[in-house]
């Protein structure tokens, strides 16, 4: 089941007092970068078992870099290093998931679950960072539509989940 933390009002607050660009009006936000690299052993264990044997696919090393206009998130394989740059506004909706027992955070990045799961004030850290980031940049009302349609699809896979097990039907 996933979660939809709220930006909330102190960062809001804490948003409007922060130093603004004098030429923009918008809020500066300094270079932060996170190690969000899945622990040495989970990534030995798990990865393999998720995503298959080809560990030219699986990075070993993942840091973010959250820029005052862009994320960076840089990925590091047994084959090479990628390289993905992505403007706040086209991140779409953040936020923080569950699978399982493990916590981790998802956006236009794709799922990213730092250590061995077991994050969650990191991943928190990052879900409020990157939310403050969009906002400052304008893209508000879109991430907001984006997370209201997110919590309506989440509300009609809960009612199909409990249709399919009425009727005793498999999942896929």
């Known amino acids: 089941q996933h979660t939809h933390p709220q930006v909330s009002f102190i960062s809001i607050i804490n948003l409007r007092t922060m130093p603004k660009d004098k030429a923009s009006g918008k809020p500066q936000f300094e270079k932060k970068d996170y190690d969000v690299s899945p622990n040495v ?3 030995l264990c798990w990865c393999p078992i998720t995503y298959g044997f080809s560990l030219c ?9 959250l820029g005052p206009e862009e994320v960076v998130k840089t ?4 084959c090479g290093k ?3 740059n992505m403007p ?3 991140l779409g909706h953040v936020g923080k998931s569950n699978c399982c027992c493990c916590v981790g955070f998802s956006s236009a ?3 990213v679950t730092p250590g061995c799961g077991c994050e969650e004030a990191l991943v928190m850290e990052i879900v409020e960072d990157m939310k403050k980031r969009q906002q400052g940049r304008g893209d508000q009302g879109q991430i907001q539509r ?3 349609m997110m919590e309506e699809i989440e509300t009609i896979n809960t009612k199909l989940d409990a ?3 009425h009727l005793k039907m498999e999942r896929s």
Do not use: H, N, V
Request: charge should be negative.
């Open 41 to 43: 052993l989970c990534w």
């Open 57 to 65: 696919t699986i990075p070993y090393k993942s840091i973010l870099e």
């Open 75 to 78: 990925d590091t394989t047994c």
């Open 82 to 84: 990628s390289t993905a």
């Open 88 to 90: 706040y506004g086209e």
């Open 109 to 111: 990045f794709g799922p």
């Open 146 to 148: 984006q997370e209201a």
């Open 163 to 165: 249709i399919m097990d």
